[in-house]
């Protein structure tokens, strides 16, 4: 009995290599990718007092290295677009009069913006931030000044966590949510699905009717659009009724991208079923791309935690920018316009996968 | 000559380096039934496939109803009814959900009266709501027949219909074959049953991809060439003697008979009848049957060797 199972599980190749290859892609995304430190986030700086005391600091937020200062910013609204596109974590803001004001011992506030989004992506930064002043100021302040140097910072850090100011979780993970049942699901359905077609030998019968294959594979999918948006809908109201999640942006854009969405993962799936030789390895198939998807997409791990392979290999998957978008709506309200900068890389992959399912679906034919 | 149905010239399909089907030349007429004959893995279903548009063929040309099979497969399909090898159906789908929805792939009008006149047709009316998956495999067989025939084609491709299938069944099954061909379709049939081929006005035996006879059931056993002899009451040890008589080429088991055949008839007549008198076994000859001739045929492709022994035929015959 048992040598007839090994005999088979060496006939079945995939499922072999599946095996083996499952265990090592977990190995090596949980030992090397993921990190719950994330450091080096981008910061970028709005600072109206080019003094020396806000040189100081900045070059303080870099040596802690949890901070990677990039773009200086010469404005609020441009602080608020970096941040609600995501391209940068953090925004320093030093008022004009900054160094001054500390100097007469006025307590001047100087502002952090987080994107709050994920609360452990800012977590260990934020802790960070919040020993720095002291350490600052014992260093600034020697010599003639320092009968200056306080108890406590003079100057008040005001730290506001944008989009997710109560930083909870859930607020981060419901919305995320939505694209890892949507990930799920939908390739495992269509592949599970054309597969099963295959394997019972309808599929021969369906291509000898006058129904052109192209038409057999949108009659199979068009289906699970419609179970896509079941499900959306379902994360959408529990999100709303269950945890209190914020919709901040429109209801009709999220639906919109959804659909972006939904076609990559059909796609998938459709050109796993035409590798598939049976529903077990349409399922393996599956699941050999959900899990980078999940670990890897920001879903689980803060997605700047990754080293820049890991993050190379989540920016080629779908789930990373339906990620974006999908918390960009919801929770930064992000309009039309701030969700046409993730799609680019959404729609070259659709159209990849698509393509691909196309030509293969076609070929396995002959 | 009436009208060709079906006739190609040359048509040849390649896996990899593997010839399936190799220079297949044929011509089916209207109104026939066509049996397609030959050992497992010799060509048919391939052929069957190349002639209703589902494979794009290598080589070789040819027409189908009067289109061209390579440039015109997407209108053939409209008119062909194809029944393939297994049943290929939604088990998880009624019966009547099966007919409707082959009714819409071939956009047949009125598909509820054509549907509720299939399900009267196949005396399935009571149990329309029944799923496919519960039926018997002649059931299934007729399901698959009367779906394959909803959009009233002009030729019926049927590939192995009655394997699986109880003899009263596979007779219906015939029976009903006769009918449609006599209302002017034209019926290609693959099959591995002798009394079925018997029952095609023309047979094709393909071996290995390629056609070796082709004629009326008559012709074929004709060009074979193929004598029998039936021994009865023969033991074990005589029916060993007897196959390795001068002149017999194959020795099968029927029962207590034992069929030899071979194509030199006097040789084998001589030889057997001088044993058989002295053994004191019961013998005549027989008109060989169209088994005898195509076990010949298959022997002889694979040519001379231990297949031939008397306890391997007679091995070959009872598995089947």
């Known amino acids: 009995m048992v040598y007839k199972e090994f005999i088979q599980m060496r006939r079945d190749r995939l499922t072999f290599a599946m095996m083996v290859g499952i265990p090592l892609l977990q190995l090596t995304l949980f030992g090397y990718a993921i990190n719950t430190d994330p450091r080096q986030l981008p910061t970028a700086a709005l600072i109206s007092d080019d003094s020396p005391f806000a040189r100081r600091f900045l070059a303080a937020l870099q040596t802690s290295d949890y901070f990677q200062l990039g773009d200086r910013l010469d404005n609020a609204a441009q602080a608020d677009r970096v941040l609600a596109l995501g391209q940068a974590q953090f925004v320093v803001q030093i008022p004009s009069g900054f160094e001054r004001e500390l100097l007469r011992g006025e307590r001047p506030q100087l502002l952090i913006l987080a994107d709050a989004t994920d609360p452990s992506a800012t977590g260990s930064a934020l802790a960070a931030l919040a020993e720095l002043p002291n350490r600052l100021l014992a260093e600034q302040m020697r010599g003639p000044l320092a009968a200056y140097a306080p108890q406590a910072p003079p100057f008040d850090l005001v730290i506001q966590r944008r989009y997710n100011p109560e930083g909870l979780t859930e607020h981060n993970i419901v919305p995320g949510l939505m694209g890892v049942i949507l990930t799920m699901t939908m390739i495992m359905m269509t592949a599970v699905a054309v597969t099963r077609e295959r394997e019972r030998g309808t599929m021969e019968n369906l291509l000898a009717t006058p129904v052109r294959p192209l038409e057999v594979m949108l009659g199979k999918i068009l289906p699970y659009v419609g179970v896509a948006y079941v499900q959306v809908t379902l994360v959408v109201l529990a999100a709303m009724w269950l945890f209190a999640v914020p919709v901040r942006g429109s209801l009709a854009l999220l639906y919109a991208a959804v659909g972006i969405f939904v076609l990559a993962n059909l796609a998938v799936g459709v050109f796993f079923s035409t590798l598939a030789r049976n529903q077990l390895q349409a399922m393996q198939m599956t699941f050999f791309f959900f899990l980078p998807s999940l670990l890897l997409s920001g879903f689980m791990f803060p997605f700047r935690g990754m080293p820049n392979w890991a993050q190379a290999i989540g920016e080629l998957l779908p789930l990373t920018h339906f990620l974006r978008i999908v918390r960009g709506i919801m929770l930064k309200g992000n309009q039309a316009a701030e969700i046409f900068a993730h799609l680019p890389p959404l729609l070259v992959f659709t159209a990849l996968a698509l393509a691909l399912g196309v030509l293969r679906f076609r070929r396995t034919l002959d | ?320």
Request: aromatic share 6%.
């Open chain 2, 1 to 320: 000559m009436s009208e060709a149905v079906i006739e190609v010239r040359g048509l040849t399909k390649r896996f990899g380096d593997k010839t399936v089907v190799d220079g297949l030349d044929m011509r089916v007429e209207k109104g026939q039934i066509y049996g397609f004959l030959g050992p497992n893995g010799s060509g048919k279903t391939t052929s069957i496939r190349m002639l209703c548009g589902l494979l794009t063929p290598d080589a070789g040309q040819g027409r189908c109803l009067g289109m061209d099979i390579l440039t015109q497969a997407q209108r053939i399909k409209r008119r062909v009814g194809y029944m393939t090898q297994r049943f290929s159906w939604y088990e998880d789908l009624s019966i009547a959900e099966n007919l409707r929805f082959a009714a819409r792939l071939y956009g047949v009008p009125n598909v509820a009266q054509r549907v509720d006149q299939a399900l009267d047709d196949l005396g399935l009316s009571a149990r329309r709501q029944q799923l496919a998956g519960s039926l018997s495999g002649g059931w299934k067989q007729r399901l698959a027949l009367a779906a394959s025939l909803l959009h009233s084609p002009d030729l019926l491709l049927l590939d192995e219909p009655t394997a699986g299938v109880d003899p009263q069944a596979r007779r219906e099954f015939w029976e009903h074959i006769h009918d449609l061909t006599e209302a002017g379709i034209t019926v290609l049939v693959s099959t591995h049953y002798m009394d079925e081929a018997e029952r095609c006005h023309r047979l094709a035996y393909i071996s290995a991809g390629r056609l070796l006879v082709e004629g009326t059931p008559q012709q074929v056993l004709d060009h074979v060439g193929l004598q029998t002899i039936v021994v009865e009451g023969a033991s074990a040890a005589q029916r060993q003697s007897l196959a390795a008589l001068e002149g017999v080429e194959q020795a099968v088991v029927f029962g207590t008979a034992v069929h030899l055949s071979g194509s030199n008839a006097e040789r084998m007549g001589h030889s057997v009848g001088r044993y058989a008198d002295q053994q004191r076994l019961r013998w005549q000859r027989v008109q060989a049957s169209l088994e005898d001739a195509f076990i010949h045929l298959m022997q002889s492709q694979r040519g001379a060797g231990p297949n031939r022994s008397a306890s391997t035929q007679a091995g070959a015959a009872r598995g089947r």
